[in-house]
């Protein structure tokens, strides 16, 4: 009997974790919030990662040609990479202030576990034929959210030239990946009903750019920060203009996918209410982690609903009758 299907973008359950845990992790070092928040919410996110992980890696070793097939898939297949970026945010935010030793070599193990993944699937999607309505806001995940997140874990960790490095991917597929994704949304038919969720990905980039360099530049909102979070601001607000759409879906699983993105956003905001202090700016860190952790609660609470009703699961094939 084969395992329960677990599809890839299930990766997005831990990673949204991971991103709310980052949230409560940078109120407490701003004495916002009490640090044991946080490292609750890692170890459940590093919890759910694992069960992920084994889940998806049974169903594989069961099935054949599984992953080669998930690898392949154009709509699949960048949301791998979330098993493998993953492991750099939790060990970054929660082996780092422990044991740094340990925190340095998982985090240069899923680097450049990612850096590989990141290659390979940028070849794919050159070598193979890719149809331009089927790319969707996701196709940021492995390149553009991979190399932010490294920068960040690497620069935590205390390799500023690798950080760097990773910024410069990061950086650039954005430029890249960034103008196919708006020409295919600007210019295209809108996406399926089950994928429509993935477009708060486009709130994330540069709320992740912020965040990898407020880790190298020593937590200053510099010019830099400044430029990137001008972009991030444009397209948090472009995501009011998208509540129709949003309350026209029934939930989904990919209800994940507005997770991290707005969990970054409101990290990087976390950041610049630190930074400048203004008047009443306890309050203002208290409503952002209030609006994030209600969002993603909310659809914690909606998916363990979900599974309770068996209807988070795909449904398995029905077994085929031999033919006489």
């Keep these: 009997m084969a395992a329960v299907r677990v599809p890839p973008n299930f990766f997005g359950i831990p990673f949204g974790l991971a991103g709310l845990a980052g949230s409560w992790v940078v109120a407490a070092g701003n004495g916002n919030a009490p640090s044991w928040v946080g490292d609750a919410l890692l170890i459940l996110a ?3 990662w694992l069960a992920t992980t084994a889940g998806y890696a049974a169903y594989a070793w069961s099935v054949r040609r599984t992953l080669v097939a998930d690898l392949l898939d154009p709509v699949l297949a960048p949301f791998l990479s979330l098993a493998l970026i993953t492991p750099i945010l939790l060990a970054a935010q929660g082996l780092t202030p422990r044991n740094l030793g340990a925190a340095r070599i998982v985090v240069d193990v899923f680097l450049v576990l990612t850096v590989l993944f990141g290659g390979w699937i940028t070849g794919q999607w050159i070598y193979g034929p890719l ?7 996701g196709y940021f995940l492995p390149t553009v959210a991979g190399g932010f997140v490294a920068a960040a874990g690497a620069a935590v960790v205390g390799q500023r030239l690798l950080a760097v490095l990773m910024l410069g991917l990061g950086l650039v597929c954005w430029l890249v990946i960034g103008s196919l994704t708006l020409n295919r949304l600007f210019f295209r038919p809108p996406l399926p009903p089950a994928l429509i969720p993935t477009l708060a990905i486009e709130v994330a980039p540069a709320a992740l750019a912020s965040v990898a360099i407020l880790a190298l530049n020593g937590e200053r909102i510099d010019f830099f920060v400044s ?3 001008g972009y991030g601001l ?9 509540l129709p759409a949003y309350l026209r879906l029934s939930f989904a699983p990919t209800f994940w996918a507005f997770t991290f993105p707005f969990a970054a956003v409101a990290t990087t905001t976390l950041h610049w209410i630190s930074y400048y202090r203004p008047s009443g700016h306890r309050i203002y860190a208290y409503l952002v982690l209030a609006a994030i952790t209600a969002l ?6 909606r998916t363990v609903v979900a599974a309770a009703r ?5 449904t398995p094939p029905a077994p085929t009758r031999p033919q006489r």
């Design 131 to 137: 149809d331009l309505d089927r790319m969707h806001p």
């Design 234 to 242: 444009l397209m948090v607000l472009a995501q009011v203009r998208l």
């Design 227 to 229: 430029l990137i979070s």
């Design 310 to 314: 068996g209807q988070l699961l795909p």
């Design 46 to 48: 590093a919890v759910v």
């Design 296 to 301: 993603i609660g909310g659809i914690a609470v």
